[in-house]
């Protein structure tokens, strides 16, 4: 049967619709509101590609030999990004960030960057509504978002889902969850804030799914900045790929600037 067919179609037009709404919202008051747009912005409208490179920072992959780490939990896992910058050919684009390697049926991805380099922004806001408009991620049948801040005390799978941003009922939660069992590689579950809650005062239902021991099959994608904690937990559970977040180039820098701020008729940052 076709996969798609096994997905409640109206559950996965309200979460695409959820999606396609994002805004990002710009407060402003005094006289520098004059200068700027003050409406919310859709998120498509204001992307602009940040350099994502694949991470020397781990080693990675799904096999027991491969749960080492090339740092110790207290190395910079940045101190040569931009070395490795000059390797433009390197930068990888988001629409390949979940290609799932041949034989592989559960992909878990560990994104690292500092703040404001733009792994929220891309993985947790923009990537959801490009699939949500068929731009990418074409091959995946469900893209569901949640931080770890809402649901590391989640215990089943059916609590894990009821935290995903745009709401869920309870028998969407029981068909996800039987559509991802029974359709491997079809649901993706991105998790932002894996930095912000410590591993210890996790569930450890929710432990184990961040360790791809629970709910085998999806594609699971942990945002996270590289504190001590994550880079112990990645070190101890080995992710099937880990890439970094360095930031924007200048000139795209200053265009996220101007898409975000600037009014029609003002005059743009120089790039």
Request: proline share 4%; with cysteine; glycine share 6%.
């Amino acid at each position: 049967a076709n996969s798609r067919q096994s997905l409640s179609s109206s559950y996965v037009q309200r979460v695409k619709d959820y999606f396609k709404r994002q805004t990002i919202s710009l407060c402003g008051s005094g006289e520098s509101s004059q200068r700027y747009k003050a409406e919310d912005r859709f998120v498509s409208n204001v992307f602009v590609e940040p350099i994502i490179l694949p991470s020397s920072s781990l080693r990675t992959g799904s096999g027991s030999d491969s749960n080492t780490s090339s740092l110790s939990p207290d190395t910079e896992p940045f101190a040569h990004a931009f070395a490795k910058y000059s390797f433009i050919a390197d930068c990888i684009p988001v629409d390949d960030i979940l290609t799932v390697p041949r034989g592989v049926n559960s992909l878990r991805i560990l994104a690292l960057g500092c703040s404001g380099v733009g792994k929220t922004f891309t993985l947790f806001h923009w990537a959801p509504q490009a699939w949500a408009h068929g731009k990418i991620w074409r091959n995946i049948d469900l893209v569901l978002t949640v931080s770890l801040l809402d649901c590391y005390k989640a215990g089943t799978a059916k609590e894990l889902l009821g935290f995903v941003r745009g709401g869920s009922t309870d028998e969407d939660q029981v068909t996800v969850c039987q559509f991802i069992r029974t359709h491997p590689g079809q649901v993706c579950v991105i998790v932002d804030a894996l930095d912000e809650v410590p591993m210890d005062s996790c569930h450890i239902f929710m432990r184990k799914v961040l360790a791809g021991v629970s709910l085998p099959g999806v594609l699971l994608v942990a945002l996270a900045k590289p504190t001590h904690d994550v880079i112990k937990f990645a070190t101890a559970h080995a992710f099937t790929h880990c890439v970094e977040f360095i930031g924007f180039t200048y000139g795209a820098a200053c265009q996220l600037v101007d898409n975000v701020l600037l009014q029609d008729d003002a005059t743009p940052l120089k790039k």
